[in-house]
């Protein structure tokens, strides 16, 4: 299958670990030169450097925090200057806390909104007119399954990435005479190094093995396994590619069927 993704620019938001750098890695494969950012400079370094003795294709590199809007759109003209255009955007960043209503504070849900919400905002204003002056463009999010099926003590995540889908299907209709498309990706669990930490975590206060508690994860999932990464990232470069050139305005779930709903 062509993508035709070789030599398109694309950004991809959070993307020193997980399913981020592995959209990355996965674009680079296709040969599209990448500007990449996450917050820890050593970690970022280290995923450009990787991808750079990998592939054939140029990173541009910049540590930042999501949620700081001025830095997000310095860093999109950063790119837009070095690399004179922006084809795709990938939006990520981590997820916030697990825990109950009662137990969240007003300062939760602000971060919440600033680091799942506003900041794809940010990314959206940055990008969206370099798009929109080549009419080709994409713009990919990543939010989660609880978007169609929300997750017990996910809260903050299931109220805050509704709005995401909220934005998407407007920019989609937006946009779609541009040539831009909008969607959304939502995986379901998915072997990260976080995924994996918290495994360990939970395991340990269980008392069992993380490989059980994956175990048990993985019961409720149809394919019984977790996603990979990388399996996420496959989803991201079909939506960037030229092979999705008519879908608009939806989201993808890579949850192993964990969405029952129709
Ligand atoms: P991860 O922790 O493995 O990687 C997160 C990446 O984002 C890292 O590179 C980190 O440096 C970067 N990052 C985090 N906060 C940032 C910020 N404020 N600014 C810049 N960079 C930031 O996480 P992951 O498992 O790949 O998850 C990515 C997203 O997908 C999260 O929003 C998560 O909630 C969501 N998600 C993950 C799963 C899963 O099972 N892994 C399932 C559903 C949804």
Redesign the pocket.
Known sequence: MDTGLKDRVAIV??????????AAFALAAEGANLAI????PG??DE?AAQIRRQFQVEVFAE??????DARVRAFADAAHHRFGRIDICVT?????PAKPFAETTMEEWDRAWQ??LR?IVSFAHAVLPRMRERRWGRLIT?????VKQPVPELVL?NSVRAGVLGLVRSLATQYGPDNITVNNV??????????RNLAEASAKARGITAAEYEANLAKDIPLRR??S?EE?ADAIVWLASERASYITGQTILV?GGTYRGL
Do not use: F, H, M, W
């Open positions: 938001a959070a993307s020193s670990k997980g399913i981020g750098r592995a950012c996450a917050r820890d970690a970022l995923t540590p930042l925090d999501v949620s700081d990520n960043a981590g997820g916030p680091l799942n900041s990543i939010t989660s399954v609880a995540s939502g995986p379901g669990y998915t072997a990260t190094e976080r995924i977790l996603a990464p996420v949850d």
